[in-house]
């Protein structure tokens, strides 16, 4: 009998210890890099029509960026209403004030509860123009050359402005 109870035991305590952890050391951290001055934009998948909205988890530190949520993406002039239940782009602007480095945690709610559906955490380096030409060296392109972190097929440049 003790054989049978000891695994489960000890699936219970690794279950309660994964629950204990902070959430940015169990998210799929979304690492975003932008320099001093520069606009960028998150893009996070939800559904308007369920009612839920993606929310901050806690306001970042205004010395380092400033966050404006934008809400889902409307359609543009001539394009029809989306169906209900079809999936929609959440846009937030992050703009970068200062160098640093800070977390964000955003959380899929549906509005009067409070436990989120989902959560998705981006890890955000603001570089000062001295740093900016050594961004994302760990992702095999040479030094000085960004990379696009939200690519888009119909964008033919790459963050820094160059052609894809």
Do not use: C
């Not at 029809?80 to 709610?109: E, H, M, N, S």
């Not at 981006?122 to 900016?132: C, F, S, T």
């Not at 060296?137 to 033919?156: A, H, V």
């Amino acid at each position: 009998m003790l054989r049978y109870f000891l695994p489960s035991v000890a699936t219970g305590i690794l279950v309660l210890m994964a629950a204990l952890l902070p959430h940015s050391a169990r998210a799929n951290d979304i690492p975003v890099q932008i320099t001093v001055g520069d606009t960028t934009t998150l893009e996070l998948d939800g559904d308007p029509s369920t009612g839920h909205r993606w929310v901050l988890n806690e306001p970042p530190p205004a010395n380092i960026v400033t966050v404006d949520i934008q809400g889902f993406v409307k359609p543009g002039p001539g394009t029809p209403p989306p169906q209900p239940g079809a999936p929609a782009k959440f846009v937030v602007l992050l703009t970068a004030v200062d160098a640093g480095r800070i977390y964000l945690v955003f959380d899929y709610v549906k509005p009067g509860e409070a436990k989120p559906e989902k959560t998705q955490a981006y890890k955000v380096e603001v570089l000062d123009d001295a740093n900016a030409a050594q961004a994302l060296p760990d992702d095999g392109s040479p030094r000085g050359k960004r990379r696009d972190l939200f690519p888009d097929q119909n964008d033919l440049q790459d963050a820094g402005g160059n052609d894809d």
